[in-house]
């Protein structure tokens, strides 16, 4: 098992730090993971993004331009991306600030609604935790023990208060991810 | 139990050092290598080791910092990215010319000049061709993963003291910046004084009346000194050519087709492989990881079993040089490079071997 992840949106949506949870609990289960950021200015506002590789084999390139899966956050991201899912792979995006959708007809294509949730939830932080629970619902690659881990990794001590209300908003991403197309 | 964290690699290489025993860091910040610092200063380096690490005032005076350190035998280093190494260029000649053991490392990114802070492997030239002036070499280790950034600041500094040299840590901002599993392992102690004097009898570590005075110079007016100074030199590079080459071969034992890179490079082309070899195509992968030395010996033995070498660099094509010269005609050579921070993909690379060497390309000889 193999997959091959990009995280793309804006600075500051918790594009890298959801890469990174992914990452952290990954290794926690015992797989070979990688992480490669987009960095420098772009962390300052502009768009950001992630190639998270999690694999039961040693990771060959950890810089690639073809994914399975591809959850995107930004009208930008969706311009850059949407061909680089590979045939039959997964686009996740959340509608809020799209304006042209997903045209492609041979990937699978989901919709959450993460940035309205977060919003109903007054927790703008758990939005990407919104996103990344929906990408878990798709992909069952890490088990929730290992999740939890991986939070506890990646969140400085002073921020594990908020893991319980992480991983409720991982539990409600699951619900609210939307099949657009699925192919048969 | 083992130690097992997920790190990036300029953060690996740091935690690398701290384990070596290293003494001293002097740095000055620049992307994409400032966490090498930033490290350092968060992990309360004092309190567990008692290394130094101090940010200069900029990268000439981190330098000298790191010649004053290694000329007292400590195990120091520096680190930088392409812009801060030029500036360093004239301590590190120094350094060859006193033998001064060090570890530099250069998290390259797109020049020339302050260029771009994405990754790029177009320092090649500037790192094993030379450099500062004079005519000397660093051994130059290539890590390819995170774990191999951590594991080269222990190896490099034993490769300094070993061979009283300068060893370069090549990597790029791809390496640098990427997070891995790293391995972790147990802390050497750093040296005492007395473990410096018997170590390094040569190091400035203050007169003792049964010694002559230790003086570190690389000044001699007197020629015919001089030439046998740099005659001593060239025996020790040339040793350690025969001596400490390092490199990876993956999928070569019956390959028709070799990549060669170093790096991300080659992390690349180890995808491209199995890209290749799913498409039928027997490629193999030649992965260099000292640079100097350089694995020639090994190109010329592949070169009597492969029909075409891809050599696959960031750059306008400055390693494809010493891959021609190891090869000497035996076969094609051709370099494929991105310049200006922008990476290669797989199966890009894939395709430019295939349209050189499979797609009826009838071979013309390089000429130069």
């Given at each position: ?8 949106g804006?600075?500051?949506?918790g ?9 952290y ?6 797989k ?10 772009e962390m300052?506002?502009g768009?950001a ?9 040693r990771?060959s390139?950890p810089?690639?331009?073809?994914f399975?899966?591809a959850i995107i ?5 969706m ?12 686009l ?14 041979d990937?699978n294509?989901?919709?959450i609604?993460a ?7 007054g927790?703008?932080?758990v939005?990407?935790?919104l996103?990344?629970g929906?990408?878990l ?5 890490i ?6 881990k ?9 921020h594990?208060n908020?893991i ?9 991403g699951?619900?609210?991810?939307k ?6 | ?10 953060e690996?290489?740091?935690?690398g050092?701290?384990r070596?025993?290293c ?20 992990n309360?380096?004092?309190e567990?080791?008692?290394?130094i ?10 330098i000298h910092?790191?010649y ?8 120091v280093?520096?680190s930088?990215s ?10 590190i ?5 006193t033998?001064l ?16 802070i994405?990754?790029?492997?177009s320092?090649y030239?500037?790192t094993v ?6 005519d000397?070499?660093m ?11 951590y594991?080269?600041?222990k ?6 003291f070993?061979?009283?040299i300068?060893?370069?840590?090549l990597?790029d ?13 147990e ?9 410096i ?8 570590t ?16 007197n020629p015919v ?10 025996k020790k ?6 001596t ?11 390959a028709?087709?070799?990549f060669?890179a170093?790096?991300?490079s ?23 990881i000292t640079l100097f ?12 079993q492969?029909?075409?070498?891809l ?8 390693m494809?040089?010493?891959?021609r010269?190891?090869v000497?005609?035996?076969?094609p050579v051709e370099h494929?490079g991105?310049?200006?921070g922008?990476m290669?993909a797989?199966?890009?690379v894939l ?6 060497f499979?797609?009826?390309k ?6 130069n």
């Amino acid at each position: 098992m193999t997959e091959e992840i990009i995280i793309a949106g804006f600075g500051g949506q918790g594009v890298l730090s959801m890469g990174k949870i992914l990452a952290y609990a990954g290794m926690m289960q015992n797989k070979e993971v990688s992480w490669f950021p987009s960095y420098g200015p772009e962390m300052r506002g502009g768009t950001a993004n992630v190639t998270v590789i999690i694999s039961d084999e040693r990771i060959s390139s950890p810089i690639l331009n073809k994914f399975d899966t591809a959850i995107i956050l930004n009208q930008q991201s969706m311009d850059k991306f949407e061909n680089s899912v590979k045939k039959g792979g997964v686009l996740i995006y959340d509608p809020n600030g799209i304006t042209r959708h997903p045209v492609r007809t041979d990937i699978n294509i989901y919709t959450i609604d993460a940035a309205d949730e977060a919003a109903k939830l007054g927790l703008a932080k758990v939005f990407n935790m919104l996103v990344l629970g929906g990408f878990l619902k798709l992909k069952p690659l890490i088990e929730p023990e290992y999740m939890r881990k991986g939070l506890e990794k990646s969140l400085p001590l002073r921020h594990h208060n908020s893991i319980p209300e992480n991983e409720k908003a991982i539990e409600r991403g699951k619900e609210i991810i939307k099949a657009q197309l699925v192919l048969s | 139990m083992k130690d097992i964290r997920l790190m990036k690699g300029n953060e690996a290489i740091a935690e690398g050092a701290i384990r070596a025993g290293c003494d001293g860091y002097f740095g000055y910040p620049i992307t994409p290598q400032s966490e090498v610092m930033e490290y350092l200063f968060a992990n309360k380096i004092k309190e567990r080791t008692g290394m130094i690490v101090l940010q200069a005032e900029s990268e000439i005076a981190s330098i000298h910092m790191v010649y004053g350190g290694a000329a007292c035998g400590k195990r120091v280093m520096t680190s930088s990215s392409s812009p801060g190494i030029s500036l360093m260029q004239e301590g590190i000649s120094f350094m060859a010319g006193t033998e001064l053991p060090c570890l530099l490392l250069n998290v390259v990114r797109g020049g020339p000049g302050l260029g771009t802070i994405q990754p790029s492997q177009s320092d090649y030239f500037q790192t094993v061709k030379g450099g500062g002036h004079g005519d000397y070499k660093m051994i130059v280790l290539a890590p390819a993963s995170v774990q191999e950034m951590y594991d080269f600041a222990k190896l490099g500094f034993e490769l300094a003291f070993k061979h009283r040299i300068q060893v370069m840590v090549l990597s790029d901002g791809a390496i640098g910046q990427m997070m891995e599993k790293v391995e972790l392992d147990e802390q050497v102690p750093r040296w005492t004084d007395a473990e410096i004097k018997a170590m390094s009898p040569w190091a400035t570590t203050g007169k003792t009346p049964d010694r002559e005075r230790n003086i570190i110079t690389s000044l001699d007016l007197n020629p015919v000194k001089q030439e046998i100074i740099n005659i001593n030199l060239q025996k020790k590079f040339k040793h350690i050519q025969e001596t400490e080459v390092r490199f990876e071969r993956i999928q070569c034992d019956d390959a028709e087709y070799l990549f060669v890179a170093y790096g991300s490079s080659a992390r690349i082309c180890q995808k491209a492989v199995l890209l290749g070899r799913e498409r039928g195509i027997k490629v193999g992968l030649l992965r260099p990881i000292t640079l100097f030395p350089y694995p020639s010996d090994e190109l010329a033995k592949l070169a009597k079993q492969v029909k075409g070498m891809l050599s696959v660099e960031m750059s306008a094509g400055q390693m494809v040089e010493d891959v021609r010269l190891s090869v000497n005609g035996a076969v094609p050579v051709e370099h494929y490079g991105r310049l200006g921070g922008i990476m290669p993909a797989p199966d890009e690379v894939l395709n430019v071997l295939e349209q050189n060497f499979i797609k009826e390309k009838t071979y013309e000889p390089h000429t130069n």
